[in-house]
């Protein structure tokens, strides 16, 4: 497979770096235009079709909870894995305590990952059900909606596989 011998080629720092720079940057540029878009399409049309309402509600939560883990992961966990890919080249002594928390991070990830992937699943559901809406601005919404389901189902496949793949590969030459 083509994607899987790419991620797999780049060093873990670069694998962070595609990361942040394809998925990250592309939430943070995104969500507030959607949200703006569901401001703009609940006013207008809640009462023609009220489950954008709901899914309005539910991207908020799920914009809460992407910026708030991946801020985290940008300040705290992704320093760490650089920091720790940097100490092996150079001696291999890593402390122990530093492994246990790598270890503890990785699981709240894959937990976060998991409330997250929940969240985007019930507005996916909503809006494959959504009634059609006769406006420019809907047809926006569902296109950048949609990419962003799609994108976030493949980044966090890619930090819970490749990225923890690379990091084991560390923590058990410890
Ligand atoms: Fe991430
Ligand atoms: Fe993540």
Do not use: G, W
Not at 31 to 44: Q, R, V
Not at 47 to 61: D, N, S, V
């Amino acid at each position: 497979m083509k994607k899987d011998s790419f991620y797999r080629k780049l060093s873990t720092s670069e694998l962070i770096d595609f990361i942040i720079k394809k998925y990250h940057q592309s939430l943070r540029l995104n969500n507030p235009k959607i949200l703006k878009d569901l401001d703009y399409l609940t006013n207008k049309y809640k009462h023609k079709e009220q489950k954008i309402a709901l899914i309005y509600e539910l991207y908020m939560k799920f914009d809460n909870l992407i910026i708030k883990h991946i801020d985290k992961e940008e300040k705290i966990f992704f320093k760490a894995i650089k920091n720790l890919e940097k100490t092996i080249e150079v001696c291999k002594n890593i402390d122990p305590e530093s492994v246990n928390e790598c270890r503890n991070f990785i699981e709240q990830q894959e937990k976060e990952h998991m409330n997250i992937d929940e969240l985007l699943m019930s507005i996916e559901k909503l809006t494959l059900n959504l009634k059609a809406i006769n406006d420019p601005r809907f047809y926006e919404f569902l296109h950048k909606t949609n990419s962003i389901i799609y994108e976030t189902k493949e980044h966090a496949k890619i930090e819970d596989f490749y990225l923890n793949e690379k990091i084991e590969f560390y923590l058990n030459l410890i």
